[in-house]
C-alpha cells in the first residue's frame, strides 16, 4: 500500500547537536507537510512544501529547517536542538483541492 | 493569522451516550473540513470530513455538521463505544492554491464502560 514513512520513529539527541528528520511517500501527492505535537497544543505547522521548488514557513518555524528533495521526499533539520522542541514530529502529505492528509507514523525526538 | 479552536480539551462520556465536540475556525475562505482520531501512540486518521457546500454528513455513527455563518463544525459520535476513546482533531483548509491545513488542539474522548 502506498504510505507515507518516517526515519528514525524515536531518537534521544544532546542540546546543540544537528539532527534531521526523513520523510518519504508513496502517494504521488506534491503536497507535503511537517508538524509538531505537543499535549493539549495539537498538531502545529513548522514548514510545509507545495511541490518540489516551494517551501513555506508554518507557524512555529523557528530553529527549523527543511529541504525538499524530490516529490517523495521532505527533511526536517533541527539546526541545534535544545530541550523544548522534544516532542512528536510527524510528517504528512496530501493530493490538491482540499483532500485527506495522510500521516507517517511519527518520529518521537528527545534532546537532552 | 488563521486559527481552529477546539473545544472541550477532555471529554468524559458513559458508553453508549453521544460525545460532541466543537471547532471554530477564523479563515472566512476554507471550506474543507476534516476529521481526524489519533489512537494512543498511533499516527491520525481521517474519520470524516465535510465540504462547504454541505451543511450535515453522517457516516454510520459520526456525523459533522457544518455552520459556515458562525464558522462553526461539530463531530458527533453517537451509541459510543470503548473503541471510541482517542484524541479527535478537527482541521479547516482552503480547497484550492497555496492552502495548508490548520488543526485545532483536540480532544481527548474517554467512553467509559
Known amino acids: 500500500d502506498a504510505d507515507v514513512t518516517q526515519t528514525p520513529r524515536n531518537r534521544i539527541t544532546k542540546t546543540g547537536k544537528r539532527i534531521m528528520l526523513e520523510c518519504s511517500q508513496t502517494?504521488?501527492?506534491?503536497?507535503m507537510y511537517w508538524y509538531r505535537q505537543d499535549p493539549g497544543l495539537g498538531l502545529r505547522l513548522i514548514y510545509y512544501?507545495?511541490?518540489?521548488?516551494?517551501?513555506n514557513k508554518g507557524e512555529i518555524s523557528d530553529g527549523y529547517s527543511v529541504s525538499r528533495q524530490a516529490q517523495a521526499k521532505f527533511s526536517l533539520s533541527l539546526e541545534s536542538a535544545i530541550p523544548n522542541q522534544t516532542a512528536l514530529y510527524f510528517c504528512?502529505?496530501?493530493?490538491?483541492?482540499?483532500?485527506?492528509?495522510?500521516f507517517g507514523q511519527g518520529t518521537r525526538l528527545t534532546v537532552v | 493569522g488563521e486559527n481552529v479552536e477546539q473545544h472541550p480539551s477532555t471529554l468524559s462520556v458513559q458508553e453508549g451516550d453521544s460525545a460532541v465536540i466543537k471547532c471554530t475556525y477564523s479563515?472566512?475562505?476554507?471550506?474543507?473540513f476534516p476529521w481526524y482520531k489519533q489512537e494512543l501512540g498511533k499516527r491520525p486518521q481521517l474519520i470524516i470530513d465535510?465540504?462547504?457546500?454541505?451543511g450535515e454528513k453522517k457516516d454510520q455513527r459520526i456525523a459533522v455538521t457544518l455552520n459556515k455563518t458562525a464558522k462553526h463544525f461539530s463531530l458527533h459520535i453517537t451509541e459510543t463505544q470503548p473503541e471510541d476513546s482517542a484524541v479527535y482533531f478537527c482541521?479547516?483548509?482552503?480547497?484550492?492554491?497555496?492552502?495548508?491545513?490548520?488543526f485545532g488542539t483536540g480532544t481527548r474522548l474517554k467512553v467509559l464502560a
Open positions: 504528512a502529505t496530501s493530493g490538491a483541492g482540499g483532500t485527506e492528509a495522510f
Open positions: 479563515d472566512s475562505a476554507s471550506n474543507y
Open positions: 465535510i465540504r462547504s457546500n454541505v
Open positions: 502517494k504521488g501527492h506534491d503536497r
Open positions: 512544501s507545495f511541490d518540489v521548488k516551494d517551501i
Open positions: 482541521a479547516a483548509s482552503r480547497g484550492s492554491g497555496t492552502y495548508k491545513y490548520i
